[in-house]
């Protein structure tokens, strides 16, 4: 059975940090993804890290849901940063020519 997608705010000393676990694909609950961002945005945050680190599985669904993340996040003056995406995570933002609009990181938010 799939992994459920868990959605976790966390706080870092440059600003908030989107912890995803679990799959990032249809039929999870990406709702708390939306409500989490919108959240966000409306506090003033144009900066997000997206901690993809332990995202098993993505699909279009996901893709989608990291897309509304930038657009909500502040379109193209907004910064998305996506912290450790596995390589089919790239390889499918790479297939969908967007990896352009997203920063990708390998170290912590810390680091940023």
């Known amino acids: 059975m799939p992994e459920s997608l868990s959605v976790e705010v ?18 999870q609950n990406l709702t708390a993804i939306h409500e989490a961002v ?17 995202v098993a599985s993505i699909d279009s669904s996901g893709l989608s849901a990291l897309l509304d993340i930038k657009q909500t ?3 193209r003056e907004g910064r998305v940063i996506l912290l450790r995406p596995s390589e089919r995570v790239r390889e499918n933002l790479a297939m969908i020519r967007v990896t ?13």
Do not use: C, K, M, W
């Open 73 to 75: 996040i502040g379109g």
């Open 10 to 27: 966390v706080a870092s000393g440059t600003g908030p940090v989107l912890r995803l676990r679990g799959n990032l694909a249809y039929g």
């Open 100 to 112: 352009s609009l997203f920063e990708i990181a390998e170290d912590g938010p810390e680091a940023l």
């Open 38 to 54: 919108s959240r966000l945005r409306s506090e003033g945050h144009t900066q997000l890290v997206v901690d993809l680190s332990a």
